[in-house]
């Protein structure tokens, strides 16, 4: 009876815990290097005040490091926001990424009215949420939970089409921040402003369109083809 109980437990404990987490450790850390490398001494000295020896990098990366920690379950639903397929997002109170990135950016521009924790916490999760919005299956379908429900097979290897993004074809190809910032080199100064400039919806909806492609694979192989396809379309959007 105990043995019983222990393997439901596990089951239990498996099935609260299956869904991906945008971008993995790695995607997080490329985000990270990515900003350090396009922010002014200005700025690097006021984050420098809040994360006290952390870079950018761990910072990104934070939410993914605590995520099996229990007393940071409140940050589960900030991760993404599920949208129907065909509609746009609407404005309400529920714990979504757009949500929470709009209350860290609230509390930025004011930061004086917060305690030194506070902010540290804010840029944290700045950091970390503004990668996964661009991660197409972190804004995605609620009918399959952003791809965590479509079984695939990677490269023959049993996974989840969420974390194909996520992870897989990322370690695959061993992508780095320069590969990235390769990925945008061409782009004009326009381009670039365009990017730069903070508009959390634009930079949502921007995301979404690029489920099509995302979704464009002969279910439930996930071939090299297709890997080499969206392994620039990866790198474009983590740079």
Not at 198 to 209: F, G, K, M, S
């Amino acid at each position: 009876m105990k043995t019983s109980i222990n393997h439901l437990l596990i089951v239990i404990l498996c099935l609260l815990s299956d869904r991906s987490f945008a971008w993995g450790f790695g995607g997080h850390k490329i985000t990270g290097t990515i900003a350090s490398q396009n922010i002014s001494t200005k700025v690097k000295d006021s984050l420098a005040v809040y994360l006290v020896g952390s870079t950018l990098e761990d910072a990104a990366a934070w939410m993914e490091q605590v995520r099996t920690d229990r007393a940071y379950d409140y940050l589960r639903p900030f991760h993404y926001i599920n949208i129907e397929k065909g509609q746009e997002y609407k404005p309400g109170n529920q714990d979504n990424i757009i949500t929470e990135l709009n209350k860290v950016i609230g509390e930025l521009k004011e930061r004086n009215k917060y305690s030194k924790e506070q902010i540290a916490l804010d840029l944290k999760v700045l950091c970390h949420l503004i990668g996964d919005l661009h991660q197409p299956l972190k804004v995605g379908y609620p009918v399959d939970r952003g791809g965590n429900n479509v079984g695939v097979t990677f490269l023959n290897t049993r996974s989840n089409l969420h974390k194909v993004w996520d992870s897989d074809i990322i370690e695959q190809y061993s992508i780095s921040s320069a590969d990235c910032l390769a990925a945008i080199s061409g782009f004009s100064s326009d381009s670039l402003n365009k990017i730069k400039h903070v508009d959390i919806i634009a930079w949502l909806n921007e995301t979404r369109t690029n489920l099509p492609q995302v979704y464009d694979f002969n279910n439930p192989e996930i071939d090299k083809a297709y890997c080499k396809k969206n392994k620039a379309l990866i790198e474009k959007q983590l740079a």
